[in-house]
């Protein structure tokens, strides 16, 4: 495990866009049809202004005056400068270079220069042939056939009205879509993986021997339901995994669809509860009437402790949508006759805050308990996880899966992917034992910063780490020291980092005192060689006086006040529970308590101060080590004390002691 001694909290989760009331997320609209609308619009605008502007150049009659052909037929020899015949050759327009003086039929004067004339039979090919042999430097044009500006009308025209009734046929679409929400606020957005996908099977689930023994009957079941069914046996309806995050709940779950070779529902507890009563309990009916559609299937509900928690704990007596949600989960569990293929999976970290009634036979009557892997199963996990992985020759993964007391599947799986990445930084083409390691102290004990740069300080943080480890040293039942170094990582000053030699689960008191004498080490060095202390060893007192307490009031290894427990109400989870509960134990307890937390921790206190100073030199040396190298290595530290190394140890461990900055 890994304690971070640190005096400092820092506060610091991407928001994401939420999940519509109505069931699954809709399909987002491409960006292209966004611009649909607009887009027609300004082609519309476009065409308005083309159509208008071809058929203003088209023709120059719309200010011309009519003349004869005659007129037309004696200047186009020399005045002349533009002329454009009609497509069907009934009509010419055109310009004179110099106007022309003609008289209207009113009688008055006038001069022309733009100009049309009514084309007789072959007049057009006769004007062609005097401009051309006597007038080449005219400008000869036709317009374009009467169907293309005949087009653009009809467009101009009628483009508006398709473009309002196109709009209003988009509004009721986005309406209808609109209800169809309203409406689907009970649907359940749970995902369905059917037996046709990719499946994960028992194979791909390692260091969790134990709970797929448990889960094979349920297999069974499902593959072979008459074989119990005839035997009139009634196999769990609920099965609630159990145990911390990372340790491949969900993957537990997936992996025996996968073996039965049936559908398989997963959704989150918390996507049940909407901000309108009675959604979650309506989503719950949708979800289970689909799984009872897909038979044989399972219904895998993630985190379920955020809708079955105890009904009318806390303050506020409770929620009523998240209590409905429960109370017609509770039913539809009820609901499933004998011959019933749906079973419920769920998985979550906290089964102390269920309600009962969620707990009891014929519901959730089976709890399998997927815990944090042993050192096999650590290995096992190691070894997937890096399969397919380039890994160098002095890989040891058996070490690594030693060192690694306290990981889950996920941290197992970050740790490789941390080594990979680290290989990748440094242009390898394998993975290096190194990579691991320097994986491994980034992921636990933060990123590597830069030395310290005042020589005071550098000074009290080699004696504080010197201190840890040489109290763990000479403390009998104390885990191994691995490494001590006053390099920066994270938030920490400096790190003596430790090797248990085995996973523990259960905690001598020996053991115990053993880990308060060497959590004391830095502050007994400090006062020991500066006659002061500094902040940097609050964390390693808040971690002691827990441990003190802890053995007084829980573990019962106090002779004052007995093998008793005085930490039940400790953890409730409820807010606000305990305040109506009061304490189990009178105030006359609670000072023998106190007395004797402070008792156990100056009893350690002395201890440590008098192993330091019976080995001041000793303390010396491991300072002076650390201010020459900054990085001491546990054979280096053997050396120092006049030790044998046992078996030396290449990779590091979760158990470390930090000294912080305030």
Known sequence: ????????????????????????????????????????????????????????????????????FSTVRNEAANNIARIIFDANGVQASGQFIRPITAQLADGRTVNIQRFTTILPPGGAQALQNILSERNPQALVESTPPESLPLLLGILIQFLPFLLIIGFFVWMSRRANGQMNGVFGFGRSNAKQYTAEQPRVTFADVAGQDAAKRELEEVVDFLSNPEKYISLGARVPRGVLLVGPPGTGKTLMARAVAGEANCAFFSIAASEFVEMFVGVGAARVRD????????????????????????????????????????????SELDG???????????????????????????????????????????????????????????????????????FSGADLANLANEAALNAARYNRKKITQSDFTSAFERIILGTERPPLSNPEERRVVAYHEAGHALAALLTQGADNVLKVTITPRGQALGITAFMPEDDRRNYPRTYLEATLNVALGGRVAEELVFGDV???????????????????????????????????????????????????????????IDAEVRKIVETA?????????????????????????EVVERDRLLELMGMDANKPIDVPTVDAHQRTDD
């Open 605 to 629: 206190y002395q201890r440590t101060r008098t192993l330091l100073t019976q080995n001041r030199d000793k303390l010396d040396l491991i300072a002076n080590e650390l201010l020459a190298a």
């Open 287 to 330: 979800l289970f009437s689909k799984a009872k559609e897909n038979s044989p299937s399972i219904v895998f509900i993630d985190e379920i402790d955020a809708v079955g928690r105890q009904r009318g704990a806390g303050l506020g007596g409770g929620n009523d949508e998240r209590e409905q949600t429960l109370n017609q989960m509770l």
């Open 1 to 68: 495990m890994a304690h971070n001694n640190s005096n400092n909290s820092s506060n610091n989760r991407p928001s994401g866009r939420p999940t519509p009331p109505g069931g699954e997320r809709p399909p987002q609209m491409p960006d292209w049809r966004k611009w649909v609308w607009p887009g027609v619009l300004l082609l519309f605008l476009v065409w308005t202004l083309l159509s208008s502007g071809s058929l203003m150049s088209g023709s120059l009659s719309s200010s011309a005056s009519q003349v004869p």
């Open 336 to 406: 499933f006759d004998q011959s019933s293929t749906v079973i419920v999976m769920a998985a979550t970290n906290r089964p102390d805050v269920l309600d009962p009634a969620l707990l009891r036979p014929g519901r959730f009557d089976r709890q399998v308990t997927v815990d944090l892997p042993d050192r096999n199963g650590r290995l096992d996990i190691l070894k997937i996880h890096t399969k397919g992985k380039p890994l160098a020759a002095d890989v040891d993964i058996e070490a690594i899966a030693s060192a690694t007391v306290g």
């Open 534 to 592: 500094t902040t940097g060893a609050s964390n390693d007192l808040l971690r002691v006086t827990n441990i003190a307490r802890r053995m007084v009031a829980q573990f019962g290894m106090s002779e004052a006040i007995g093998p008793l427990n005085f930490g039940e109400t400790e953890t409730q989870p409820f807010l606000g529970y305990t305040i109506g509960q009061g304490r189990s134990y009178s105030e006359t307890t609670a000072a023998r």
